[in-house]
């Protein structure tokens, strides 16, 4: 009997709790609600990112080293803000892979090669990231952006993240590129000055101011005078040509725009003949890069084209100038007119960075949540800014302003701002006019020539539309065609007038063959397939 009512009891207490239970939980219907939203938002996060009862996962994030002077980058105030800030509430190890960034596409090469990129990565180039995609070697980020991420999908935009789209599957996410301003051409003033001659308007002027710097040596440097520098850079060969050859150019349809090398639009070739002619009468010569970049800081060269902020930046072209020239000035111009009255010249596209997770990644969600949360605005004003009293001292209509250089900040405070936050290029405050004036407080005592030098890098300028897949023969042939372009590049300027033509077309058929048509027909035909759908 005992055992009987011992079982009947607790039958009956249990019985007597149960619908306790469910009379407390009908009468509290609101809490149940928040429970079960607290629930439903746990089941999401627990597919995010791992339970905070469990040991912390490791996402592993790529960042550029800039080799800047007792600067760590994958150990530093930002680094740390990020794990205190987001890592640790997430339950999540972040851990920075420092990437040399100029060899950041090699190295990120050399990584997905042996299976051992980070979990985000990043590169400019969309050949890379398209190739990666059409081998299926990136993971398929919609669903996560979609479901997961309507901050990042709200601040870049759908114009924008259909850059990192290939055959409709978002593969990247393409960086909000603030300033899409590319070049200028700089001339210095002071040499113009000196010979009493007005700011070249047109391509002729320019021509011939060319010609008096040459003849008439206003900065007495005794035939080492360089009147325009035209560099042979084998990663971007029309860099330092843009300008000035892109004004001889014809009108061409879009298809034509997608689809030609700039040596076979036409009229290109007759802005190469001017400088044939001018390399022929000493007034430019095509050496490397980097010769090219230490003759302008030692105050050899009349005009240059480069980044339009490249003179003003701390410690650059033009400060270096002025330890050898102490009244030698560059200033910004806007010569080159073609036949329609326009001054036509490259700018950016919209993208920046291509940031991408690889498919041996297992950690897309974490690294999509990182995005995300890098999206709030106060959180991208600190990776960007740094903190008041510290980086910078004042500000102005919410601008950060007399910026302390990283020189002179200690070691464990010093940064490289615009590298850790990675969905944007440049830094943002809201509007267009705002980025500009803040990024011309960057550039100190040159602040006004800063945003000369922008409006001519945005008058008439055009970007490259893009195409919603990947060039095979593009990626295929890129080293054979890319060492062509240096040789066209070199001999079309350096052989003799009388030899232009028949070494021009000779180097432009030798083009086509080792590549180049084969480049042209699959974009034409990639162009055509895109306006079909």
Known sequence: MKKIFSKELCFLVIVMLLSSTIGCNS??????DKVGKANDSRKVSDQDVSKKNSPPVELKVEVFDRGTKGYVADNNFQTKWIQEKFGNPNNIKVTFVPVPRNQESERLKVLMAT???PDICFAYDPSIIGDYAKNGELTDLTELIDKNAPKLKKYLGEDLLSYGRWDNVQYAISAKRLSVAAQSTFIRKDWLD????PIPKTTEEFYNTMKAFKEKDPGKLGGKVIPFACSVDPKSIYWSINPLVDSFKEKISEEDTFSLPNWVVPGFKEGMRL???????G???PVDIDKDLENIKNGLVGSFIYEFDFAYRPGNFSDKLKTVVPDGEYIPIDPFVNKEG???KSKYNANGLFIIVPKTSNRAAEAVKYLEWMSDPSVLFYLQNGEKGVHYLDEKDGIPTNIVPNDKLPDDKKANFTDL???VNGKEFGSEEKNVEAASYSHTGYEDLYKQSYKVAMNDAVSMPHLDRAIESKAKYSKVLGEKDVEIFAKSITCMPEDFDKTYDSLISEYLKAGGQEVIDETRAAY???KKK
């Not at 000196?194 to 001659?197: E, H, M, P, S």
């Open 194 to 197: 000196k010979l009493g001659l």
């Open 27 to 32: 009468g509290n219907s609101n809490q149940s």
């Open 283 to 285: 007034l430019c010569n």
């Open 275 to 281: 400088l044939n002619k001018m390399h022929n009468e």
């Open 115 to 117: 299976n051992q990129a």
């Open 421 to 423: 936050s990675i969905i």
């Open 342 to 344: 326009k001054r036509i």
């Open 528 to 530: 055509k397939a895109m």
